[in-house]
Structures are given as C-alpha cells and as structure tokens.
C-alpha cells in the first residue's frame, strides 16, 4: 500500500496504526522524493509500484484564517494532489483508494448533527469554499470511478482533528493547536486572544482515533461514497479555549477579537453510519487534550510553529 502524506498529522497517525496492525507493507515518500502535484512523475511511481491500496492524507491543509486568506493556493494544490493520486492509482490498476476529505464540504447551514447526504444540499461556508471544492472534486472523483469501474474507491470525512505532528503556528494552524500555543506561551495572569465570537460549535477527533476509523473501513470488502468519521459531539470555542485554559494552568483574561471570522456557526458530524459498519469513537476529550499537550511540550522545539 502506498500512504502519502505519512509525515502529517493524520498520515503519521496511520503510519502508527498500519505498523501496529502489521497486515500491510506501506510505502511511502518524502516531498522530495515525489511531487504529489505531479501527475507524470505519481503516474509512473504507482505503475512502478501497483501498490494493492492508496490512502491519501497529503494535502494542503490551515485553518479559518490560512483558508481565508491563501484561496488559490488551497483549490489549485489539492486539485493537483488529488487528479496525480486518484487518476494515478485507477490507470496503474489499484483496486482500493481511501481519499481524506474534510468536514468543511457540508453546506454552512444545514440541519444538525449532519449526515451524508446533507452533501451539495446548501451553499458552502466562504471562508473555506476554495478548499471545500476541492475536497469535494476528489470526493466526486472517487465516487465516479467506483460507478463507472467498479472499484473500491471512497472518502473519509473527519471533523477537526488533532494530535501530534500538527501544525502549531498562530496565523495557519486550526483553532485547537493555536490555542494549545497561545496558552502555554501566555504569562500565567496575562490575556489571550482569541478569534471569533467564541459561539461556534467544533467536533474534535484525534489523530489515532481517525486512523483506526479508516483501518477499520480498509477492513470492509467494500465501502461506497463517502463516511463520516467522527464522534457526533461538539463544543463551543469558549468551551475549548476554557478547557486550554485548566490544561494549560492560564488563569489569565481571555479576550474575543470579533476582526477575526468565525466560519460555521456549527460543524457536528452524524455518525450513525460508521456506527452501522462497526466503528466508534471511544475517548475522554479532556484526557486525550492532556495527552496531546503533554506531546506538545515535549516536542516543542521541533513542532511546526511557524
Ligand atoms: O479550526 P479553525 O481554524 O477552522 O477555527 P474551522 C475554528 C473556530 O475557532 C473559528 C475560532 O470559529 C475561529 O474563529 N478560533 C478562535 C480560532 N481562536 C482561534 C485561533 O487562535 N486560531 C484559529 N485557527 N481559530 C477549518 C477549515 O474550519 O476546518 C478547514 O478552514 C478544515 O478547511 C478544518 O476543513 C477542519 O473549523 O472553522
């Protein structure tokens, strides 16, 4: 099997799983050992390799404001990405493709917790349209290939995810590692401030648990479109920059700066379907924040913050 993007956050959580389940060979390939956005050079390594299975988790990935402000670089890099794997893979005969995608392809309003097929049912949240269409290009891709060819092609949905190897700079990371940083760097009695209204509603997977959900769909005979892979909770941004807060040990003032979007008023995934085919997410939130704060601080010095 062929696992790109092994080095992020999600890819190196699967590289753990696939090593402790030891029923696959995996494969895989540093940046500067293979441009993903190249469809030629990908085309040739999987012709090369026919791996049996492709995950892809590589993909140009940042928060509200990274979105926001870098639209181009989010469609045209995952456009790239997602054409070489997919296309890639199904011409160099792979029969299985489990393809990432990202809660933020359901429409902005929509009723919740929100299930499958709340899919193209509602216009898309504007701070992250350009990523979402992407996203939900690969997903349309994978579903037409199956239709048309009848392989095992289909797509992860995950909520917000977290763990170690995230992203940790202020200005590109996602809402639950920039507040790990912001509060650890705060002095104890000093302010944080935080985007946003504090009102919006996230679902937090960790970076294991959305591995062994997508182990666990590699382990079907077949999964067809797309599955949510998530814990169906959600918690308001207050909430979890409260909870930072008590891990962190910061009694300081916490400061809502209304500059900043808040992007979907909720975002809560129904998982009813993962649950059918067998899988849930069985975690204490607070003890797996302690743990991915306790990986923080040990690898600080080498995280991505900046
Ligand atoms: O995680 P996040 O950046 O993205 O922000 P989304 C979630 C919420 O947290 C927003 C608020 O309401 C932000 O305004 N927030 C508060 C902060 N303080 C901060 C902060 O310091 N940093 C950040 N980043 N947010 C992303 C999409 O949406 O979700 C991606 O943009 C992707 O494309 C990802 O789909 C899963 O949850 O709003």
Not at 78 to 92: H, K, P, T, Y
Not at 196 to 212: I, M, V
Not at 261 to 270: N, R, V, Y
Request: net charge negative; proline share 6%.
């Amino acid at each position: 099997m062929f696992l790109a993007g092994h080095r992020g956050l999600v890819g190196s959580a699967l590289l753990k799983a696939l090593a402790a389940k030891g029923e696959y060979q995996v494969l895989t390939r540093t940046r500067q050992e293979l441009d993903l956005t190249d469809e030629t050079t990908v085309g040739c390594f999987l012709q090369n390799e026919r791996p049996d299975w492709v995950i892809l988790a590589a993909a140009k990935v940042g928060g509200i404001m990274a979105n926001k402000s870098h639209p181009a670089d989010f469609i045209a890099t995952n456009l790239a990405i997602q054409q070489s794997a997919i296309m890639g893979a199904f011409r160099a005969g792979v029969p299985n493709f489990a393809f990432l995608s990202s809660s933020c392809v359901y429409p902005k309003i929509t009723p919740q917790p929100i299930p499958e097929t709340a899919l193209l049912t509602g216009s898309l949240e504007p701070t992250n349209s350009a990523y979402a269409i992407a996203k939900l290009a690969g997903m349309e891709l994978c579903n037409a290939l199956s239709i048309q060819h009848g392989v095992n092609y289909f797509s992860v949905v995950p909520p917000n995810v977290y763990g170690p190897r995230d992203n940790f700079d202020p200005q590109g990371s996602h809402v639950l590692a920039s507040l790990m940083r912001k509060f650890h760097e705060a002095l104890p009695d000093g302010p944080v401030e935080c985007w946003g209204t504090g009102t919006p509603r996230r679902e937090f997977l960790p970076s294991d648990l959305l591995a062994s959900g997508i182990l666990h769909l590699m382990s079907l005979p077949r999964v067809s479109g797309h599955v949510n892979v998530g814990t169906g909770r959600s918690i308001t941004i207050r909430e979890l920059a409260e909870t930072m807060q008590r891990i962190t040990g910061h009694r300081g003032e916490i400061i809502w700066n209304t500059d900043f979007p808040d992007g979907f008023p909720e975002k809560t995934m129904d998982v009813l379907r993962m649950t059918e085919l067998g899988w849930r997410a069985e975690f204490d939130f607070e003890t797996s924040l302690r743990e991915a704060y306790g990986w923080f601080c040990e690898h600080r010095a080498g995280a991505r913050t900046s």
